[in-house]
């Protein structure tokens, strides 16, 4: 199992693994990161205009000594007016079409007063004019499809979302309904039941995926997603990371059973007692922060008011 593409329901390709320049690298260039992720062998690039990334993207790009054929870029919509934030994304990206763009979130500081469906037509909009080959949504839940199947004369190519076994029962219904309309999803932060969940009931059966082909957990659970048929949108710094992500592509997939035993594990949710721990953790390192502040500020009245009483005294003998 290589990874390869899948074509979305207007006719296009995308690669179905990506990497992505989400809020992790906002407000950092990631002309490195990209690069080097190139370099390692991805060329599917997400970005969008919250995330501040898109003139670093399109540098790495252009600095790669390939052709823009080469690559399929995803940027996403993040408010204002739709034309004009778009043209903005392109000049960003110093590139004349993106081969798929979002709405990035169907809320109202998004969507604005034209809401879902008016955001949506001017996508369509952007579309029919060649600017984008291919729209989508992301972070919809099924209403939000619903109301783009009533006034759309586009579908969606592309839903985004959250996913990952903990969240995987809640986010069924949507993926259901994205297969049913030939919508591709994509899913972000997947690695979530490793990086903020540790130690939880899907620890187990990954565990034992991973041990049977000689792999990391992070690349059986990327084997999950796969397996659910769903594009994996990822990230890292680290050349070595990058790595081991593209090699899920050379791993046997996850038997019915093994993903099977990945989806009851992960039925009850996160573990309560690691987030609560996390969040006591938190809420210590805070404390601890305060305390130490409180110190410097009590030293530093203290250190005035004795400079105060030894100049004073001072200038009384003076005077």
Request: hydrophobic residues 40%; charged residues 15%.
């Given at each position: 199992m290589t990874f390869g593409t899948v074509t979305l329901n207007d006719g296009n390709t995308m690669p179905t693994i990506a990497y992505g320049t989400g809020s992790k690298w906002k407000w950092k260039s990631v002309v490195e990161f990209v690069a080097t992720a190139i370099d390692c062998g991805f060329s599917h690039i997400d970005t969008a205009q919250q995330y501040q990334t898109e003139p670093d993207v399109g540098q790495a790009i252009r600095e790669s000594g390939l052709s823009r054929s080469d690559f399929f870029v995803t940027t996403k919509f993040g408010g204002g007016e739709v034309q004009e934030e778009f043209n903005k994304s392109l000049n960003g990206l110093g590139l004349k079409q993106v081969d798929?763009?979002?709405?990035?979130?169907?809320?109202?500081?998004?969507?604005?007063?034209?809401?879902?469906?008016?955001?949506?037509?001017?996508?369509?909009?952007?579309?029919?004019?060649?600017?984008?080959?291919?729209?989508?949504?992301?972070?919809?839940?099924?209403?939000?499809?619903?109301?783009?199947?009533?006034?759309?004369?586009?579908?969606?190519?592309?839903?985004?979302?959250?996913?990952?076994?903990?969240?995987?029962?809640?986010?069924?219904?949507?993926?259901?309904?994205?297969?049913?309309?030939?919508?591709?999803?994509?899913?972000?932060?997947?690695?979530?039941?490793?990086?903020?969940?540790?130690?939880?009931?899907?620890?187990?059966?990954?565990?034992?995926?991973?041990?049977?082909?000689?792999?990391?957990?992070?690349?059986?659970?990327?084997?999950?997603?796969?397996?659910?048929?769903?594009?994996?949108?990822?990230?890292?710094?680290?050349?070595?990371h990058m790595e081991e992500y593209l090699a899920v592509g050379d791993l046997e997939p996850l038997s019915d059973a093994e993903v099977a035993a990945i989806d009851e594990a992960g039925k009850g949710g996160p573990p309560v007692a690691t987030a609560a721990m996390l969040a006591r953790l938190r809420l210590r390192h805070l404390r601890r922060a305060r305390t130490e502040l409180s110190v410097v500020v009590l030293g530093l009245l203290l250190l005035g008011l004795w400079k105060l009483q030894v100049f004073g005294r001072s200038g009384m003998r003076c005077i």
């Open positions: 798929l763009y979002l709405i990035h979130f169907p809320t109202p500081r998004i969507v604005g007063e034209k809401g879902v469906a008016g955001t949506w037509l001017e996508l369509e909009k952007i579309r029919n004019s060649g600017r984008a080959r291919s729209i989508g949504v992301s972070n919809f839940q099924l209403s939000h499809l619903e109301t783009v199947a009533e006034i759309s004369t586009v579908t969606p190519a592309v839903n985004q979302i959250h996913l990952h076994p903990y969240n995987y029962s809640e986010m069924k219904p949507v993926l259901e309904y994205c297969a049913k309309h030939s919508i591709v999803v994509e899913a972000y932060s997947s690695l979530d039941p490793i990086t903020k969940f540790p130690g939880g009931p899907v620890d187990v059966p990954l565990a034992a995926a991973a041990a049977r082909r000689g792999a990391s957990m992070v690349q059986a659970l990327f084997l999950w997603v796969h397996a659910k048929g769903v594009v994996i949108v990822t990230t890292s710094s680290t050349r070595k």
